[in-house]
């Protein structure tokens, strides 16, 4: 098992900026891919960004050059960090973890942006 804690979300105006974390721990030893997903009210839940064990980074167009995800293995963290936030980036952020076949997820941190 792995358990996540996500933290750092809150209530930003539209343009700033936010730095959300997330600690590992449990049987971490096999992580292939940590990153994070997030989901709106009324809305199914969509990738933000990932991070392979090896490095290799995945977001969709709609956050590239916004968001940067890194991670630091020796501390079993990863981080989100998310620049010139839109009211549409309003949602509950969750960390996820790809160990071995199985996935995990964590409880969510909201991220909320004014207009």
């Known amino acids: 098992q792995v358990q996540l804690v996500e933290s750092g979300g809150g209530l930003v105006q539209a343009g700033g900026s936010l730095r959300l974390s997330c600690a590992a721990s449990g049987s971490i030893a096999n992580m292939r891919v940590m990153g994070w997903y997030r989901q709106a009210p009324g809305k199914q839940r969509e990738l933000v960004t990932t991070?392979?064990?090896?490095?290799?980074?995945n977001a969709p167009e709609s956050v590239k050059g916004r968001f940067t995800i890194s991670s630091d293995i020796a501390k079993n963290m990863v981080y989100l960090q998310m620049n010139n936030l839109k009211p549409e980036d309003t949602a509950v952020y969750y960390c996820t973890v790809l160990s071995g076949l199985n996935m995990f997820w964590g409880h969510g941190t909201q991220v909320t942006v004014s207009s």
């Open positions: 991070i392979t064990s090896g490095g290799r980074i």
